[in-house]
């Protein structure tokens, strides 16, 4: 603008009398340029700031929802869980909580949607299941309070698909409820597969009045794999840009050599998190297996 400006200064006395209107719009043209370049800038930089500020929040999110999870390392004889964030808080939970030395309390929940809301909902899912299993209550009675607690919540359109339940590794009998999550997976030594389908809908959907309505199933899972799955697994992408599947799942638990929890879970995940860039969802998975030593 200043050397236009100075151009025309110089020159004015060889210019006819209509540059000079053509000069003025020129300069309040290109100052008006430089003064949005200027706005534009200031906004741009505030927004990679703001972005910024979010970013650290939902990495220190992350980092928290981690420490929610249990330390596998006390349970691995018998059960084994991981979790693989598709983004920064995930929406898939597990937990495992000691009664006593035979007997132990399970879940594993998916939320939602994605991204902080999801974190949110499934901590308070998650708080009030410890805090419940901590006091040994029956399982029907833990399912009913985590659910009527998320209706009255109101996580808008938010839901949790579940399944809880409480083992005994000396005798190998299970009490599950499954509530709206994926089918339970059972395999016997002779690889024959069986699936446990969901008997209520997923928690926070409805208010139940009573706890009659809160169906448990209960069997012997000795020598047995018991696991369960989000739909991130039997949803995620493959190498070759196809999904998992249940088939696929059967394929990989059919394939390991020596079939215990870690080395399930691990080729699962392996699989699937080949590219942590291309996770469509959350990877979740828990196995149990109880060994026969009579």
């Known amino acids: 603008v200043i050397l236009i400006g100075l151009t025309f200064f110089l020159l004015r006395s060889e210019l006819i009398d209509i540059s000079y209107p053509i000069f003025m719009v020129t300069v309040i043209f290109l100052a008006g340029l430089y003064f949005r370049f200027l706005k534009e800038n ?4 505030s927004n990679l700031q703001k972005q910024a500020v979010l970013k650290k929040e939902r990495e220190l999110a992350g980092e928290v929802q981690k420490r929610l999870f249990p330390e596998m390392k006390k349970f691995e004889k018998f059960i084994y869980a991981k979790n693989v964030p598709a983004r920064d808080v995930s929406g898939d939970y597990y937990d495992i909580i000691e009664i006593n030395e035979n ?9 939602s949607g994605k991204g902080v809301r999801s974190g ?57 409820i499954n509530a709206g999550h994926e089918s339970i997976m059972l395999v016997d030594k002779n690889k024959n597969f069986e699936f446990i389908k969901s008997d209520l809908p997923p928690i926070g959907i409805i208010k139940y009045p009573t706890e009659k309505m809160i169906k448990k199933r209960s069997l012997n899972i000795k020598d047995k794999i ?69």
């Open 42 to 45: 200031a906004l741009a930089i």
């Open 103 to 111: 007997e132990f309390y399970f879940t594993l929940a998916d939320v």
């Open 120 to 176: 949110m909902l499934m901590a308070k899912a998650s708080s009030v299941f410890r805090t419940l299993a901590n006091l040994s209550l029956p399982l029907e009675k833990i399912v009913f309070t985590v659910n009527n607690e998320i209706v009255e919540a109101k996580f808008k359109g938010m839901f949790v698909t579940a399944v809880f339940g409480r083992m005994n590794i000396l005798s190998g009998e299970i009490e599950i």
């Open 226 to 294: 018991f696991m369960v799955y989000t739909d991130g697994v039997t949803e995620g992408y493959l190498k070759n840009g196809k999904e998992l599947g249940v088939e696929g799942i059967k394929e990989i638990v059919s394939g390991v050599d020596e079939k215990n929890p870690i080395n399930i879970i691990q080729a699962v995940v392996n699989t699937l998190n080949f590219d942590q860039a291309k996770l469509r969802d959350d990877i979740t998975c828990l196995c149990i297996k109880i060994y026969n030593k009579g």
